[in-house]
């Protein structure tokens, strides 16, 4: 937590603050929608439930004016100045209560969102792996575990946690390059595999997203396989950015022109990929660095976003917005 935060939250200034909100793009990524609780899966990745959802974009409508990525994109290439506090709603990976339960609260609203899909999961049935790594935690009850890239063994409670199957993600991520070899060790641990009934719509289905962009949605690429960029060579990179821009612009009938990069800290991706990323028809690409977009044109590639994770509760919310620093 950042001084600015820190004084915010101590000395209760977000009310007296919130009048002075920063002009700029403020960006709101969400992941799932719905109960974490009832996942067999990660439940990291689940934003909030639906209704803390109605609640966000209530709040976000009332206090921004909400954009699509048509006009962030306008903004860019013109290089527009931002005079005033503008919201853009995102959303990562592509899981089908995306559609189910989002999309019909955004209708509802006729607010626009943009859905960054990762394409080889969409109409799959597969699991990601880092649902999968969720699944062998909850299968390694009472045991301590420690992988070989590990420097220290973690020990799993009689009933998996969220807090466990957090800390497990947390020390894979630490060598993102072996992430699918930490994967299969958790396999050989658990000797246990998911079953098909298990696999079925977890994701949304190409007619889905099609649907949704008919309605007010943008679609965005999230990856083909949500492989980490920075682990990447640049022909697996180019790949990666080809081949999800092709299935959507084939699927949807759509040039779409913006990514958002798997996992997005700024270990995940640097500079030197803005070139591929251009030459494969990308104009913006967004982060998960929690910053008040100022200047699109010249930080087109690197477009921050609030990571949003919790219930929502304004007070935090607004402490969140008002402590982020501007770029």
């Not at 977890?202 to 007619?207: A, E, G, N």
């Not at 083909?224 to 080809?242: D, G």
């Not at 509760?313 to 402490?319: D, G, S």
Request: aromatic share 12%; glycine share 2%; hydrophobic share 40%.
């Amino acid at each position: 937590m950042n001084i600015k935060h820190q004084l915010i939250k101590r000395l209760n200034l977000s009310k007296v603050l919130w009048p002075f909100l920063n002009h700029g793009l403020y960006c709101f990524n969400f992941h799932r929608i719905g109960s974490w609780q009832e996942t067999n899966y990660d439940p990291c990745v689940f934003s909030c439930d639906a209704e803390s959802f109605g609640k966000y974009l209530v709040f976000i409508k009332n206090n921004f004016r909400v954009v699509s990525l048509d006009e962030v994109n306008d903004i860019t290439e013109n290089n527009i100045p931002i005079t005033e506090p503008l919201a853009l709603i995102t959303f990562d990976d592509g899981y089908s209560d995306n559609y189910h339960i989002a999309f019909p609260l955004l209708k509802s609203l006729e607010l626009p969102a943009t859905f960054f899909i990762t394409t080889s999961l969409i109409d799959s049935g597969l699991i990601p792996w880092w649902d999968e790594i969720a699944w062998h935690v909850r299968q390694l009850a009472n045991k301590t575990i420690k992988l070989s890239p590990w420097h220290h063994a973690l020990t799993i409670d009689k009933i998996p946690s969220r807090q466990n199957i957090q800390n497990v993600l947390q020390q894979i991520k630490v060598t993102p390059s072996l992430i699918e070899r930490q994967l299969d060790e958790l396999r050989v641990l658990t000797s246990a595999s998911i079953s098909n009934s298990e696999m079925k719509n977890i994701f949304m289905t190409w007619q889905q997203v099609a649907e949704m962009a008919k309605n007010n949605m943008t679609i965005g690429a999230h990856s083909h396989t949500h492989k980490i960029f920075s682990c990447l060579s640049e022909a697996e990179l180019n790949f990666e950015l080809n081949e999800s821009k092709r299935l959507i612009d084939l699927n949807l009938s759509k040039n779409i022109n913006a990514l958002s990069y798997p996992v997005g800290s700024s270990a995940t991706y640097n500079k030197s990929m803005y070139k591929a990323i251009s030459s494969n028809g990308y104009k913006l690409a967004f982060s998960f660095n929690a910053i008040i977009n100022k200047n699109l044109n010249e930080n087109r590639f690197e477009v921050g976003r609030f990571s949003i994770d919790r219930p929502f509760n304004e007070r935090i919310f607004k402490e969140m917005i008002l402590s982020a620093k501007s770029k």
